[in-house]
C-alpha cells in the first residue's frame, strides 16, 4: 500500500491497541538480533529433462511486465519508512518528543520513518540505472498521493498545503516524473488526490485537481498510460479519505472520475479498483481477539461500481514488516509456503476478476517482499528467489504487469537509496528484463518446492527461449537436461543474507555513471547442467526453434 501495504494497513494494526506497540518492538529485536538458519532442502537432487523446442504459448505479457514504483512522498519530499539499521536504534525511543508529520498517519510511532528531501530525479546515476530497466511503467502513487495537493502555477511550493491536503507537489517535481520517465523510457501511471481538500462543501469529489495534473502534463509533452482512481480504496480512512467512506461512497467517486477519464484522457488506461489486503491473512501471529483489521471488500466495491475500469489492479504483499509488527523471517524466505503466497494472493484476485470484469487483464500495480517498507532482508539475496518467482508464476497465469515497490526508497527498494547501489533484486529484474521476452512459455515442470522452472521466449532472439531455473534447495545442487546449448547467467551470493550478488562467480557492480554495460554469460553444451544450491540460473537458447517464439 504504498506507505506501503500500506499505510492504510499499517495504521489499522498500529491503532488498534496500545499493546501492541511492545509486542511489534519485541517482534523487531527478535529478528534483528536472531541469526537465520537456513534449512529448505530436498531430499535428493532433482534431474528434470527439457525441450525447449516444443514448450506451447501459454500467453503474453505487457512489453513493460517488469516495472516499479516511486512514491508521492519522495517526489514532494517527507517522511517515509527508515531503513531498519536506523529504525532499531528508534525502538523504544517513543519518549524522545519527536513530533509526527503533518503528512504522516495518526497512530504511528513517529520514530519508524525517517524524512527525505525531494527525491533528485535528474541525477545522472538515478536515470541511467532506471533507463538500463526500460521499457518500464512508473507508477508515482502511494498513500500520500491521495491527500497530495498540486500546485498549478510555478511559483515555490506553498509553506502549508491547503485545508484538506497533507502535502503539495509543484509544476517543477512533476515536470521532474515527465523528464524521469522519458529518460527512462518508462510510461507513467498514477493515481489522484480524494482527501477532504479534493472535495466542495457537499463533500463531493471534483475534478480540479486531476484535471490540473492531466493538462499540464500534456502541455510539457508527457502523457498518463493509465491511473487509478486513488490508492488503496480498502483502506480508505488510513488512505486519507472522508469520515465514513465506503464501497457507496467509492463508487459515486469513481464514476464521476471515468467520465472525466474518458473525456480529458481517453488514451489513459482505467485500472482499479486497486484494493489491497485480502487474499492472504497479514494479521500478525498471535494477535489477540477483537483486534481483526477493519477494510473495505473488494467484492463490495465491484459490486458497487460494475465493470467500469478497463483493467483489474490490485496490490499484493505476503505480510507486513516488523515495523508493523509482521514475523517473517529470512529463515522462511526459500519455504514453499511463502513463496506461493503470491498465487494464493492472485487467485483471490482473479477470482473477482472473473466475477465482476470476465475477460479484462490484471495489473499488478504495487508489491514487494512486505508492506510498511520490507523487512531487512528485502535488500538481500535470498529475497530475489521470490521476487524472481512472483514474475515467473504471475507471467504463466496471465498478469500483464508487475510493478515493485520501490525503485530507491527504504529497505524494499530495489536500489540503496543513500548510494543508489543496486540490490539483488536489481539485477534480478535487469536479467530478467535483457533475457526474458513477452510470450510466456509451458515449461511442463512441476512447481515443487524447491526447485521451479518457468520459461520466456527469448528476447530479441527469433526462435530462441530462455528457461529461468530457481535452486531454493540450500544444500543440494539440481540436475537440469537440455536438448540444446545455451548461454547460462548464474546469480549466487558468497552468503544468502548478502547485499552483493555474484554472475557465474563474478560480482556485479554498475559504473559510476549507472551503466551496466553488456553481461556476459556462460556458454554451456546440451546435456546435464548442474544448478548449485541457493542459486538462479537464466539459460538463453538461442537455437531452440520454438515456432511460438518466431518473430515476423
Not at 325 to 351: I, P, V
Amino acid at each position: 500500500m504504498a506507505l506501503n501495504a500500506s499505510y492504510g494497513l499499517a495504521m489499522a494494526l498500529r491503532m488498534a491497541s496500545t499493546r501492541k506497540c511492545f509486542y511489534s518492538h519485541a517482534l523487531l529485536w527478535a529478528a534483528i538480533t536472531s541469526v537465520p538458519v537456513f534449512t529448505v532442502s530436498a531430499q535428493q537432487p532433482s534431474s528434470l529433462s527439457l525441450d525447449p523446442s516444443k514448450m506451447p504459448k501459454l500467453g503474453t505479457v505487457d512489453p513493460r511486465y517488469v516495472s516499479y514504483n516511486i512514491e508521492m512522498v519522495e517526489i514532494t519530499g517527507g517522511r517515509f519508512w527508515k531503513p531498519y539499521k536506523s529504525a532499531v536504534e528508534a525502538q523504544g525511543a517513543d519518549k524522545s518528543g519527536t513530533p509526527p508529520d503533518a503528512n504522516q498517519q495518526v497512530g504511528m510511532n513517529p520514530n519508524l520513518f525517517q524524512y527525505r528531501p525531494p527525491i533528485d530525479l535528474s541525477n545522472p546515476r538515478l536515470r541511467k540505472l532506471a533507463q538500463e530497466l526500460g521499457p518500464s511503467y512508473v507508477r508515482v502513487s502511494g498513500t500520500w498521493q491521495n491527500s497530495t495537493f498540486f500546485q498549478n502555477n510555478d511559483n515555490p511550493a506553498m509553506a502549508e498545503p491547503p485545508k484538506g491536503f497533507r502535502a503539495v507537489a509543484t509544476r517543477a517535481q512533476w515536470k521532474g516524473v515527465v523528464d524521469f520517465a522519458r529518460a527512462a523510457d518508462d510510461r507513467i501511471v498514477t493515481s489522484f488526490a480524494i482527501s477532504p481538500g479534493a472535495r466542495d462543501t457537499d463533500g463531493v469529489w471534483t475534478q480540479a485537481q486531476a484535471h490540473a495534473i492531466l493538462d499540464y502534463t500534456k502541455s510539457i509533452g508527457g502523457n498518463i498510460a493509465a491511473a487509478e482512481f486513488m490508492n488503496e480504496p480498502t483502506f480508505p480512512g488510513p488512505g486519507g479519505a472522508p469520515a465514513g467512506y465506503d464501497a457507496a461512497a467509492f463508487a459515486k467517486d469513481a464514476k464521476v472520475f471515468e467520465a472525466f477519464l474518458r473525456k480529458e484522457s481517453p488514451q489513459t488506461t482505467f485500472l482499479g479498483p486497486g484494493g489491497v489486503g485480502e487474499g492472504v491473512s497479514l494479521a500478525p501471529a498471535g494477535m489477540p481477539a477483537g483486534m481483526a483489521m477493519k477494510l473495505l471488500l473488494t467484492d463490495d466495491l465491484m459490486k458497487a461500481t460494475g465493470p467500469i475500469f478497463d483493467a483489474f489492479s490490485y496490490h499484493f504483499y505476503g505480510t507486513i514488516s516488523h515495523r508493523c509488527m509482521g514475523s517473517m523471517t529470512a529463515d522462511k524466505a526459500l519455504t514453499a509456503e511463502w513463496l506461493d503466497r503470491t498465487d494464493t494472493g492472485e487467485k483471490f484476485y482473479a477470482d473477482l476478476r472473473d466475477k465482476f470484469m470476465p475477460g479484462k487483464s490484471m495489473w499488478l500495480t504495487e508489491t514487494a517482499e512486505a508492506a510498511c517498507g520490507g523487512d531487512q532482508f528485502a535488500a538481500e539475496f535470498v529475497d530475489t528467489f521470490r521476487f524472481l518467482n512472483q514474475l515467473g508464476t504471475l507471467a504463466q497465469k496471465g498478469v500483464q504487469v508487475v510493478m515493485h515497490n520501490t525503485l530507491a526508497s527504504s529497505d524494499y527498494g530495489l536500489l540503496n537509496e543513500d548510494t543508489l547501489e543496486p540490490r539483488p533484486n536489481y539485477w534480478a529484474a535487469l536479467l530478467w528484463k535483457r533475457t526474458m521476452g513477452s510470450v510466456v512459455l509451458d515449461p511442463d515442470a512441476p512447481k515443487d518446492q524447491p526447485f521451479r522452472i518457468y520459461a520466456h521466449c527469448a528476447m530479441e532472439k527469433r526462435g530462441g527461449v530462455t528457461i529461468l531455473a530457481l535452486n531454493a534447495d540450500t544444500e543440494h545442487e539440481q540436475l537440469l537436461t537440455l536438448s540444446k546449448p545455451a548461454e547460462r547467467y548464474t546469480l549466487t551470493a558468497t552468503a544468502l543474507t548478502s547485499g552483493q550478488v555474484l554472475l557465474n562467480g563474478a560480482e556485479l557492480k554498475a559504473e559510476a555513471d549507472g551503466s551496466v554495460g553488456p553481461l556476459k554469460g556462460e556458454h554451456v553444451r546440451s546435456g546435464v547442467i548442474h544448478l548449485a544450491p541457493s542459486s538462479v540460473s537464466f539459460l538463453v537458447i538461442p537455437s531452440a526453434h520454438n515456432e511460438s517464439c518466431t518473430v515476423n
